[in-house]
């Protein structure tokens, strides 16, 4: 972290803070990357930049605990390869610094039941679970483990998708309760929604979004996925029975979403790029060309981090010394203010 401090003066700094987490569920896709991924490598140059593999929000849904600690260094060596910088930036497992899950406990206690029934992540995956399955009680305060994430950094400027706004409007409301209640200890967050990819959609079902966990592998575009496999399946992305290559997301999803992901991918507004296109056909073959173009060097760096594996773990390590000497002395401002005895 650029001028990582042993203790933090939340107020006066000469650079934003920026933090993100992605959870350690599954393969990262392409939605994870234009979403979020590809932005916290360009906050890295011009921010004091935080990331972290949010392995306690993973354990929210069941993980299978051979898999779990894999998958977790896995992630972070997608962070890796996708760009991030370990000498620019932070990069570190959430569970390896305890003060999230502490002052988790503070948020819980700021957050009321209310404003979380409203969350729509809960609504949605607890209601995918089938009747009668175990549904976590951390599925339903998971944005206050998120916002403690945030919080503990002093990040003003969080990139993600744009399905994480809702809960960035709760961190939001949480750190400007708890300053009110007890004092001004918090940075106030806010979300950084790319304007182009915020929500990439699955190519088979282009209303709902690309996720880690969705059933639909012909629909989501792995970032460690071989061009071959990208290629046919953006070739056999479900599109529409009329014939004009138009951006209108709600009567055109699929032909869309391929205007989003091409403009994504090369830096141009996707309802600019329609214009060029008298068929579906054509689009499709360029979506796929710029994609594999975009993965590339992501996939060749992955498979030199990957025959190295103790570098990234050496990396992880490293990152939590960095993130604990900023989160704890946030977490003790946090514990003085609700009057908290002192350890
Ligand atoms: P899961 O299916 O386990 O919920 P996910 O694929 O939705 O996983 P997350 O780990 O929840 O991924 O998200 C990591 C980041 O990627 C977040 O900032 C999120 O907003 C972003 N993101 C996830 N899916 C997409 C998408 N389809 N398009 C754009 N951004 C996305
Ligand atoms: N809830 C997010 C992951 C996440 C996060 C965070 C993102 C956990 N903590 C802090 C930004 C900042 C998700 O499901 N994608």
């Known amino acids: 972290m650029a001028g990582c401090r042993a203790s933090v003066d939340l107020y ?4 934003a803070r920026v933090f993100s987490g ?26 004091d930049a935080v990331f972290c593999i949010v392995d306690l929000h993973a354990l929210t849904v069941p993980q299978d605990p051979h898999e779990l600690g894999r998958r977790t260094l896995d992630t972070a060596r997608v962070h890796l390869a996708a760009g991030l910088d370990p000498s620019v930036c932070t990069l570190f497992v ?7 899950a502490e002052l988790s406990w503070l948020m819980e206690c700021t957050a009321s039941v209310g404003e979380l029934r409203r969350m729509t992540q809960f609504k949605e995956k ?36 744009a399905d994480q706004r809702q809960h960035l409007e709760l961190a939001r409301d949480l750190a400007v309760r708890f300053n009110h209640r007890f004092g001004d200890t918090f940075v106030v967050p806010a979300a950084a929604v790319p304007t182009v990819g915020a929500r990439i959609m699955d190519l088979q079902r282009p209303t709902e979004k690309m996720s880690k966990s969705s059933v639909s592998p012909q629909g989501t575009v792995g970032l460690l996925e071989d061009p071959a496999s990208i290629t046919r399946k953006i070739r056999r992305a479900v599109t529409d029975t009329e014939v004009e ?41 360029d979506c796929a060309e710029a994609v594999v173009a975009l993965l590339e060097p992501i996939q060749a760096r992955y498979a030199e981090l990957a025959a190295e594996p103790s570098r990234t773990a050496a990396i992880l390590a490293e990152g939590a010394a960095k993130a604990r000497a900023v989160a704890a002395p946030v977490l003790e401002q946090a514990r003085a203010a609700v009057g908290l005895l002192p350890r």
């Open 126 to 161: 607890a209601d995918k679970a089938p009747e009668q399955e175990f549904v976590a009680a951390a599925l339903f305060t998971y944005p206050a483990l998120m916002a403690a994430d945030i919080l503990l950094y002093g990040a003003d400027r969080v990139p993600v998708g």
């Open 22 to 47: 992605i959870q350690p569920t599954g393969d990262l896709h392409l939605g994870n990357y234009l979403g979020a991924l590809r932005q916290f490598t360009r906050d890295q140059h011009d921010h």
């Open 245 to 285: 290559v138009r951006y209108d997301p709600e009567a055109k999803p699929g032909v869309s979403n391929l205007l989003t992901i091409l403009g994504a991918a090369v830096g141009e507004d996707p309802a600019q790029l329609a214009r060029r296109y008298q068929q579906y056909g054509e689009l499709k073959v």
């Open 94 to 100: 959430q569970s390896h610094v305890h003060e999230h």
């Open 12 to 15: 006066d700094r000469p650079v």
